[in-house]
């Protein structure tokens, strides 16, 4: 049971637009900043967005990221086939004093 | 060019230990937080533990606490992780990534050493 919680799987079509959910508690996401990571198969995560919403260089503006209260979103827009991946939230939390994962997304393009 | 290169994975019984190694370079070592991360075989990623730029603040999940030891050696710009009485369950690909301070975030990753704890 992971302390972030994601949907385990999402969908999408070539061209439409997409959003992971990302929820949490005032401990994590409601006092520090989220970050999302992209996994395809058999590789390293790549940081996708960090500190809520910003952008790494390289990463196409299709992926945008959001905060509100405690919860956040990844959004996808202009899908592609190879946006095909697992995508994970992460926020450290005050609680724990470390940080936590949500339990990632599978998201297939059709 | 930033590269995190991790070793020292490699199969290891129950109550065992392990020292995992990660040599960075392409980047100011000293001026960065360093973390371990780990997945287990077809899960989702955990954070292991993360220490300071000088050592003087580490963290640590729960499940691991007392039983692995995160270190660094800035003049050799290594991180390590010292895995002592290994369980089934800490069986899993770890990465060192840099960063991780609270409200920081893991830009770099390692590709990553496979653990696996089994008899």
């Known amino acids: 049971q992971s302390v972030l919680t994601q949907p385990p799987s999402a969908s999408g079509t070539p061209g439409q637009r997409v959003t992971i959910s990302c929820s949490g508690s005032?401990?994590?996401?409601?006092?520090?900043?989220v970050n999302w990571f992209q996994q395809l198969p058999g590789t390293a995560p790549k940081l996708l967005i960090y500190?809520?919403?910003q952008r790494p260089s390289g990463v196409p503006d299709r992926f945008s990221g959001s905060k509100s209260g405690t919860s956040a979103s990844l959004a996808i827009s202009g899908l592609q086939s190879e946006d095909e991946a697992d995508f994970y939230c992460a926020a450290w939390d005050d609680s724990l004093n470390g940080w936590v994962f949500g339990g990632g997304t599978k998201l297939t393009v059709l | 060019e930033v590269h995190l290169v991790e070793s020292g994975g490699g199969l290891v019984q129950p109550g065992g230990s392990l020292r995992l190694s990660c040599a960075a370079s392409g980047f100011t070592f000293s001026s960065y937080w360093m973390s371990w991360v780990r997945q287990a075989p077809g899960k989702g990623l955990e954070w292991v533990a993360n220490i300071k730029q000088d050592g003087s603040e580490k963290y640590y999940v729960d499940s691991v606490k007392g039983r692995f030891t995160i270190s660094r050696d800035n003049a050799k710009n290594s991180l390590y992780l010292q895995m002592n009485s290994l369980r089934v369950e800490d069986t899993a690909v770890y990465y060192c990534?840099?960063?991780?301070?609270?409200?920081?975030?893991?830009?770099?990753w390692g590709q990553g050493t496979l653990v696996p704890v089994s008899s």
């Open positions: 500190s809520n919403n």
């Open positions: 005032s401990s994590n996401i409601g006092t520090n900043t």
């Open positions: 990534a840099r960063g991780g301070s609270r409200n920081g975030y893991w830009m770099y």
